[in-house]
C-alpha cells in the first residue's frame, strides 16, 4: 500500500541498543520524515520521549536536557506525560507534577490561579500545592475523566451518562456568564487574546506541517491540493463572519479535561495552561469535535455521542453563540485534529482523508 510519507510514524520502534518501544503519541519534526514521539516500553507505566531522524529511533529519558527538573521529579512517582524538551508530568500520591522548562512554571501558575479564582464555587480546580521557576505540584481531583465515563458501561448507564453532561452544560454556562460579566480582562500575559485570527495561525501552521511533510510524494499530490483548498476556505469562513464577545476560555477544553463523580454533583476542570480570552465557540467546538472523533475512534457508543453532543450544542445555544461562528470554529479544530492525528498511528497519514 501506498503511503503519503516518508516514512510514516511506525506503532513500535528500536533504539540503538535493541529496546522495543511502543509508540503512543507523535507530532511532527522540523525535518519532512523526522518526528517526536512519546513512547513506552512494553509492560512498563511510565512515559518516556524520543526522536525519529533519519528512520533512526532515539529515546529522550528523563535527563532530558531541556527539562532539568524531571529527573529529580520522576523519582517521586510515574511519568505519564513527557514532550522532549517542553513538559512532562509525574503522577505521584495523591499529587500531579507538571516540569516545565526553566522559568516557564511562573505563567503557568499565574494562568491557573486566575481561572481556579473565576471557576471557583462552579467548577473544582486542582490546587496549587507548591511551585518552583520550572515545576508545579497539583492536588490529585477525584473522579473519572468524561472520556472514561463515556467508556464505563458496567458502572455507568446511560442516564447517568446524560446527568453527567446536563450537570456540566450548566456549570460551563454559569462559568462563561461569570466571566462576561466580570469583563474578563485580568493579566494580559496570563491570560492572552485568542481571536479567529488566532485561530487561522494555528490552524495554518498544523496544515503547513501536513503539506511539509507530504512534499514530494507523488501519492499525496489530490490530498495536498484538496487539504489547501480546504485550509483556505476555513480561514476564510473564520475571519469572514462576524465574531461573537469575548469571554474567558480554557483554550483546551475536551472530555479529558472534566472529571465527575457518580455519587455526588461535582464535577472537576483540569488544566488551564492555554487559558485565554476567546469567543465561547472557541471551547464549545474543539469539545464537541473531539467528541465526534471519540465517537469515530469507537470510544462512544452513537448514544452516548448523541447525549453529549446534544447539551455542547444546548450550551452553545444558552450562551447565544452564533451558528456561524460555531460551525467556523468547528471546522479548523476538525482539520487541524486531522492533520495532527495523521501523525499518530494507528491512524497514518490518511488521517486528513477519513477525519475531514
Not at 485568542?194 to 503547513?208: I, K
Not at 469571554?247 to 463523580?261: C, P, R, S
Not at 447539551?311 to 482539520?335: D, E, G, K, M
Request: aromatic letters at 8%; one cysteine or more; hydrophobic letters at 40%.
Amino acid at each position: 500500500m501506498s503511503t503519503l510519507w516518508h516514512p510514516p510514524v511506525p506503532g513500535r520502534v528500536t533504539d540503538a541498543a535493541g529496546n522495543p518501544w511502543l509508540i503512543r503519541r507523535a507530532w511532527p519534526g522540523t525535518e519532512a520524515g523526522d518526528y517526536i514521539v512519546e513512547v513506552q516500553q512494553p509492560g512498563s507505566a511510565d512515559v518516556a520521549a524520543g526522536r525519529i531522524e533519519r528512520g533512526l529511533f532515539e529515546p529522550v529519558l528523563l535527563n532530558d536536557p531541556g527539562l532539568p527538573s524531571l529527573a529529580r521529579q520522576a523519582a517521586r512517582g510515574t511519568t505519564v506525560v513527557h514532550r522532549a524538551h517542553k513538559r512532562a508530568v509525574i503522577r505521584a500520591a495523591g499529587q500531579y507534577i507538571k516540569v516545565f522548562r526553566p522559568g516557564r512554571a511562573t505563567h503557568a501558575a499565574l494562568r491557573h490561579g486566575l481561572a481556579a479564582d473565576l471557576i471557583s464555587g462552579i467548577f473544582d480546580a486542582p490546587a496549587i500545592l507548591d511551585t518552583a521557576p520550572d515545576t508545579i505540584v497539583f492536588s490529585a481531583l477525584p473522579g473519572q475523566s468524561f472520556f472514561d465515563l463515556g467508556q464505563n458501561h458496567a458502572e455507568v448507564t446511560d442516564a447517568v451518562f446524560a446527568h453527567h453532561w446536563s450537570r456540566w452544560s450548566r456549570k460551563w454556562a454559569a462559568t462563561v456568564s461569570r466571566s462576561a460579566g466580570s469583563g474578563c480582562s485580568g493579566n494580559p500575559d496570563a491570560q492572552p487574546t485568542h481571536t479567529a485570527s488566532t485561530e487561522a495561525e494555528v490552524l495554518l501552521r498544523w496544515v503547513g506541517h501536513w503539506l511539509h511533510h507530504s512534499a514530494g510524494v507523488p501519492e499525496a499530490a489530490a490530498t495536498r491540493s484538496a487539504l489547501a483548498w480546504r485550509a483556505r476556505a476555513v480561514t476564510d469562513e473564520l475571519l469572514r463572519t462576524p465574531a461573537d464577545p469575548l469571554v474567558w476560555a480554557h483554550g483546551d477544553l475536551h472530555d479529558k479535561q472534566l472529571l465527575g463523580t457518580c455519587d455526588e454533583p461535582r464535577i472537576g476542570l483540569l488544566d488551564f495552561d492555554g487559558a485565554c480570552v476567546a469567543e465561547a465557540a472557541l471551547d464549545l467546538a474543539n469539545l464537541d469535535v473531539h467528541l465526534a472523533l471519540r465517537h469515530r475512534q469507537g470510544k462512544l457508543t452513537g448514544r452516548r455521542y448523541a447525549i453529549a453532543h446534544h447539551h455542547v450544542l444546548a450550551t452553545a445555544n444558552h450562551l447565544r453563540v452564533s451558528p456561524q461562528r460555531f460551525a467556523a470554529y468547528s471546522a479548523s479544530t476538525r482539520l487541524r485534529l486531522a492533520c495532527l492525528y495523521s501523525f499518530r498511528p494507528p491512524w497514518g497519514p490518511r488521517a486528513v482523508s477519513y477525519l475531514t
